[in-house]
C-alpha cells in the first residue's frame, strides 16, 4: 500500500500527490493507535455507566421490561455500520 499525502495550494490551485516519508507513517501510526486506545477507553467508560444505571434500577425494583424502556437508545457509530 502505497502512503501518500494530498497537497492543494488553494491560491494556484495546483494539486500535488506526495509520498509520506517514514517519520510521517510512523506518526500516522502512533495516531491511530493512540485514538484506537481513546475510544475503547470511551466504550469502557459508556458500558460502566449503563451497567450502573441497570444495578440502581434493579435495587428499584424495575423489570427488565422497564429497565430497557428506561436506557437510551444507542448511538450507530456509522465508521462501524
Partial sequence: MSHTKLIHDVATGQIEIVQLTAE???????????????????????ELAKQTKISAYKKLGLTEDEIEALMPTPIVDELNA
Fill in 24 to 46: 510521517e507513517i510512523a506518526e500516522r501510526n502512533a495516531q491511530v493507535q493512540q485514538w484506537k486506545a481513546e475510544r475503547e477507553a470511551k466504550e469502557q467508560q459508556a
